[in-house]
């Protein structure tokens, strides 16, 4: 434990006066803090001016990062007939429909993503207080209730993320591996970044981006200059 201790005093002093920096400088710094014995994930935290509690005020979407997560993502894929055989085909991780379903009611839910074509989601719908939750609900606006079974399997192994705005206005997610490259990183920063700018919901009023933050799993964080962030 001393020694954990060490290693993040050690980072905690790095980061000490280091605000509102750009992301270039911000990536180094975690870079070079990061001292896990596992290649930890560069997280990235938004604090928009939402109250998601409001409809018109939600902000949700998915976001194609031009690198990749660095994560295996496991995809199960409710289908039947053709779109199934497509499904695995593209690489799913598990296929099925009365049978996926109840081994999801048996509490065995080994995915990362849900997707489902449209046929499907009267039997999905049973599901949801069990995905809901999760966030592992398929939902046509970010693309996970579609016919192009293909399509969806291939860009959730591809690095897509998903996000949603919390209770508090807060967006979190993970976009890398603090192994990638300085500038793989910056890049896959700013095409969150800007997703996330894009989803800005109609009901937002003033600032709508008013803190975004990056950190390593077991670092700590540090706040970005706001136009860095957006590319400006």
Known sequence: ???????????????????????????????????????ETLEIAMNLGVDPRHADQMVRGVVQLPNGTGKTVRVAVFARGAKADEAKAAGADIVGAEDLMESIQAGKIEFDRCIATPDMMPLVGRLGKIL????????????????????????????????????????????GKVSFDEQKLAENVRAFVDAVTRARPSGAKGAYLKKVSLSSTMGPGVSLDLASAAGN
Request: proline share 4%.
């Open 132 to 175: 809901g939750p999760r966030n592992l609900m398929p939902n046509p606006k970010v693309g996970t209730v579609t016919m192009d079974v293909k399509t969806a399997v291939e860009a959730a192994k591809g690095g897509e993320v998903q996000f949603k705005v919390e209770k508090a206005g807060v967006i979190h997610a993970g976009i």
């Open 1 to 39: 434990m001393a020694q954990v201790g060490k290693r993040t005093k050690a980072a905690r002093e790095a980061f000490v006066g280091k605000e509102s920096i750009t992301v270039e400088d911000a990536v180094k710094l975690i870079k070079s803090a990061a001292s896990a014995k596992f290649d």
